[in-house]
């Protein structure tokens, strides 16, 4: 485990699976070294897998196989800053279309029940204008969206 900080997600034996997808959804994203039980614990017999270590955008990651007694929920979430629509569209289907659902403002989650908040650059942008008036449309416009749409936002910030 190279980097001082990573990130330790939980998953019940599918760890390997979601690193996968991670990897072939995001740019910058690696599936590194997989690590096999050295004996039984309660998840799990010895030479399952354990650990995956991978990368998501760049960021370390280490996916425990811990088993079913934790879950994902809204209080840890990727966010993922997309360029245009057509980045953003990408990804958000890429999730919702292999097992995950929408949400709302942006966010989805993952078959794997981890949040993801595909976020434009635009919206950021908008719901941060210097004009509040401004930014106050673009952010009422964001909260009737689940996926954000970029030019309905750019719409509603010029009003």
Known sequence: MPSKNTICLWYDGTALDAAR???RTFPDSVVGAVHRAPGDYPAGKQSDVLMVEFTV???PCLGLNGGPGMQHNESFSFQVATDDQAETDRLWSAIIGNGGHA???GWCKDKWGL?????PRALMAAVTDPDPAAAKRAFEAMMEMT???IATIEAARRG
């Open 57 to 59: 955008m760049g960021i």
């Open 103 to 105: 949400s709302e403002c």
């Open 115 to 119: 949040s993801w908040q595909i976020t």
């Open 147 to 149: 996926r954000i749409d």
């Open 21 to 23: 997808f991670y990897a």
